[in-house]
């Protein structure tokens, strides 16, 4: 059986253990990889799919295959009442997820931030069908406990790309969106407490701060004027969340009008 010595593969990309090494790479099948350097070698995935570029049962993804399962019982049954994912069948979504999870890691080191957002997504809805149709309550668990750092990678995809173009208080509001996932994701799946005490929720309030030093008097008139509308409509959790971002600033000036 012929073998291939990886260091002929490797050459002089060296192992650091201080940072994450990741390169792009055409395969000999003519497809974008994915590799990183590991500290016994080199790991590597797809670029674009499954991370691993298997097939699912003739499905593209797990993720593809359990939908289709589930979009065949509803026109089955009318109704996705009784539908179920078994242990095993969450066992391979968790999987997948952590698949892609891992090359998000990789995906960020280049920037490539539309196809982070991808696969986060992909991710998100992993759980979302686990969550709502799955048996295994110790795979739930797990991947629900990665939901905020979901939200995070998220958030900094999206306003690394925002920034990019220049846009400051559309990248400022997509920290606020980010804050709010992460209470809705413990208000449905833990405490206020949790929220509260969330490493999660305090980066992303740190990147709200950075951006806010960034905003201009426009800006700040706008934030006061979200301030009262939702006041006024009784939204106080997005009220407080405005408050405490002028403050910041040094643009509040006490209670709306």
């Given at each position: 059986?012929?073998?291939?010595?990886?260091?002929?593969?490797?050459?002089?990309?060296?192992?650091?253990?201080?940072?994450?090494?990741?390169?792009?790479?055409?395969?000999?099948?003519?497809?974008?990889?994915?590799?990183?350097?590991?500290?016994?070698?080199?790991?590597?995935?797809?670029?674009?799919?499954?991370?691993?570029?298997?097939?699912?049962?003739?499905?593209?993804?797990?993720?593809?295959?359990?939908?289709?399962?589930?979009?065949?019982?509803?026109?089955?049954?009318?109704?996705?009442?009784?539908?179920?994912?078994?242990?095993?069948?969450?066992?391979?979504?968790?999987?997948?997820?952590?698949?892609?999870?891992?090359?998000?890691?990789?995906?960020?080191?280049?920037?490539?931030?539309?196809?982070?957002?991808?696969?986060?997504?992909?991710?998100?809805?992993?759980?979302?069908?686990?969550?709502?149709?799955?048996?295994?309550?110790?795979?739930?668990?797990?991947?629900?406990a990665i939901v905020p750092h979901l939200v995070v990678m998220n958030t900094k995809a999206v306003t690394s790309k925002l920034l990019g173009t220049g846009q400051i208080k559309a990248a400022f509001d997509r920290t606020l969106d980010g804050v709010c996932e992460l209470l809705n994701h413990y208000?449905?799946?833990?405490?206020?407490?949790?929220?509260?005490?969330?490493?999660?929720?305090?980066?992303?309030?740190?990147?709200?701060?950075?951006?806010?030093?960034?905003?201009?008097?426009?800006?700040?008139?706008?934030?006061?004027?979200?301030?009262?509308?939702?006041?006024?409509?009784?939204?106080?959790?997005?009220?407080?969340?405005?408050?405490?971002?002028?403050?910041?600033?040094?643009?509040?000036?006490?209670?709306?009008?």
């Amino acid at each position: 059986m012929f073998a291939q010595d990886l260091h002929s593969l490797i050459g002089d990309w060296d192992y650091d253990p201080d940072r994450v090494s990741v390169r792009r790479i055409l395969g000999i099948d003519g497809r974008l990889k994915l590799q990183m350097r590991v500290d016994l070698g080199v790991m590597q995935v797809e670029y674009r799919g499954r991370p691993d570029g298997r097939r699912v049962e003739g499905f593209a993804t797990c993720l593809d295959y359990q939908s289709n399962r589930l979009s065949c019982y509803i026109k089955r049954c009318g109704t996705s009442l009784g539908f179920a994912i078994s242990n095993a069948q969450c066992g391979c979504l968790r999987s997948e997820l952590m698949q892609y999870y891992q090359r998000v890691v990789c995906l960020f080191i280049l920037d490539a931030f539309d196809e982070a957002v991808a696969d986060l997504d992909h991710c998100h809805r992993i759980i979302e069908l686990c969550t709502r149709y799955g048996r295994d309550t110790v795979a739930i668990d797990a991947m629900l406990a990665i939901v905020p750092h979901l939200v995070v990678m998220n958030t900094k995809a999206v306003t690394s790309k925002l920034l990019g173009t220049g846009q400051i208080k559309a990248a400022f509001d997509r920290t606020l969106d980010g804050v709010c996932e992460l209470l809705n994701h413990y208000c449905t799946h833990g405490t206020l407490d949790d929220y509260r005490a969330s490493p999660q929720v305090d980066v992303l309030e740190r990147i709200r701060l950075q951006l806010g030093t960034r905003l201009d008097a426009d800006d700040r008139t706008r934030l006061r004027r979200a301030l009262r509308l939702a006041v006024r409509e009784e939204r106080f959790e997005e009220a407080a969340r405005l408050r405490n971002a002028l403050q910041e600033l040094g643009a509040w000036t006490g209670p709306p009008a």
